[in-house]
């Protein structure tokens, strides 16, 4: 009797010392290098002119996503250099700017549906540890 109390106090004791330390290794973000970096996207040399960038990186399945201005550019945050694979949903251009004045029109560029899910849109770009601007082009 002494003998599985005495195990099953070592095995408690086992697992209440490693508790800590799988939180410490598991669920730690620290020292991941995020970082923020710019960039432009176009489809058959046409710049993108809404939508939303989407992000996804190729061995770390993070996330992160970021709005195309007018003019195909984009700044994605907090994000983690290596390969990402990218998505683009559209969204609608807008006709006015916030003075209340018509803004140039500018036709939004119609994607094929594959851009739009960046696990089969087949766009992988890789983000530098220095964020150097990116140049996407669909094709």
Same mark, same amino acid.
């Given at each position: ?7 099953? @106090? @070592?095995?408690? #004791?086992?697992? &209440?010392?490693?508790?800590?330390? #799988? %939180? +410490? ?8 290098? =995020? ?10 040399? *046409?710049? #993108? $002119?809404?939508?939303? #960038? !989407?992000?996804?990186?190729? !061995? ?8 195309? /201005? !007018?003019?195909?550019?984009?700044? &994605? !945050?907090?994000?983690?250099? %290596?390969?990402? =694979?990218? %998505? ?11 003075? %209340? =004045? ?8 119609? @994607?094929?549906?594959?851009? $739009?899910?960046? *696990? /089969? ?12 601007? @990116? =140049? +996407?082009? &669909?094709?």
């Amino acid at each position: 009797m002494f003998r599985s109390r005495g195990r099953s @106090l @070592l095995v408690s #004791l086992a697992i &209440l010392a490693a508790v800590p330390i #799988l %939180g +410490i290794v598991g669920c730690s973000d620290s020292g991941v290098k =995020k970082i923020t970096v710019s960039g432009t996207i176009t489809y058959k040399g *046409q710049p #993108l $002119s809404s939508g939303m #960038l !989407t992000a996804i990186g190729s !061995t770390n399945n993070e996330v992160t996503s970021a709005s195309i /201005q !007018t003019d195909g550019s984009f700044i &994605l !945050t907090d994000v983690i250099p %290596g390969p990402v =694979k990218i %998505g683009i949903i559209p969204t609608p251009v807008s006709m006015s700017s916030s003075n %209340g =004045k018509a803004a140039p029109k500018r036709p939004p560029v119609n @994607l094929p549906a594959k851009f $739009s899910n960046p *696990q /089969q849109s087949g766009v992988e770009v890789t983000i530098a540890d220095n964020g150097n601007p @990116l =140049k +996407i082009e &669909l094709n």
